[in-house]
């Protein structure tokens, strides 16, 4: 397909899913909101001849009808480039992301890129649903507005609510008790509003490295007994646990808890401590 019939994406997104970034884009179909997903970028990340893939999913009665070409920007190629790149991938919904790795057979690939195969066809799809349908984005320019917009309306009402308290307080001293406490209530809404215009905080670079060193020492640990790469084991195994999906993204509140995790596992497999 050819970049002039490609679509062109309204938001584009980089989610990290075991250490690797998988692209994905929304792009508006007749004012209803689609993702797509392109899926050269996980042939390779996934040791897959590109063209072999390309031909299945044409021959999919299902898959060819919902494959479509969409306009992907791309890292720059080199120092000299004025900006990213621009070019068109093929890309599936998100919601027939699953159906195509499935068609993936496991037992075909190399052993050394089996387990990763698996690992995609089991939690590819919930993640990056999770990126997109449930994770809180990071507020973009109009999000920004509206919260602004919403916070100006309840200072407006809240200045209203107590302009006519004031003048009932003024004919009846007697509800100054009851005014008390709607301020207090007034006070909670404001602080809700403001919390709620406020990212939760996540480790710092130096926890984020005391995260992957310890994460490295277990899976050495465990790699010592099995006689496998157990990094992807047990990255996979800190991100089920805390719901994250990269350990840069864990909430600072629970760095201990996360360091605690890792520590009472290596000391399970003979180590004291890492």
Do not use: H
Not at 241 to 270: C, H, N, Q
């Amino acid at each position: 397909m050819s970049d002039e019939k490609a679509l062109v994406p309204v938001e584009q997104k980089t989610v990290l899913f075991y250490e690797d970034e998988i692209t994905a884009i929304v792009i508006d179909e007749e004012g209803r909101q689609q993702i797509y997903v392109p899926l050269r970028p996980i042939c390779e990340y996934l040791g897959l001849a590109w063209s072999s893939q390309l031909q299945r999913t044409r021959n999919d009665a299902v898959l060819a009808q919902e494959m479509t070409s969409v306009l992907i920007s791309t890292r720059k190629s080199d120092d000299s480039a004025l900006g990213p790149k621009t070019s068109a991938m093929i890309c599936l919904p998100l919601d027939m992301i699953n159906g195509w790795l499935f068609g993936i057979n496991a037992n075909r690939v190399r052993d050394d890129l089996r387990q990763r195969l698996i690992r995609y066809q089991q939690d590819c799809y919930r993640v990056l649903a999770q990126a997109f349908l449930s994770a809180p984005a990071r507020p973009d320019a109009s999000t920004t507005l509206l919260q602004v917009r919403e916070m100006g309306r309840a200072i407006m009402q809240m200045a209203e609510e107590q302009m006519e308290f004031e003048r009932r307080l003024a004919t009846n001293e007697g509800r100054l008790n009851q005014a008390a406490v709607v301020v207090g209530d007034l006070t909670r809404r404001v602080t809700s509003l403001e919390q709620k215009m406020t990212p939760a905080a996540v480790v710092t670079e130096d926890q984020a490295s005391q995260i992957g060193q310890a994460v490295k020492t277990v899976a050495i640990a465990l790699g010592k007994k099995s006689g496998r790469n157990e990094f992807g084991g047990v990255y996979g195994e800190l991100y089920r646990k805390f719901g994250i999906t990269s350990y840069k993204l864990l909430p600072a509140r629970r760095f201990d808890e996360a360091m605690g995790f890792l520590t009472g596992w290596y000391e399970e497999v003979g180590g004291e401590g890492v």
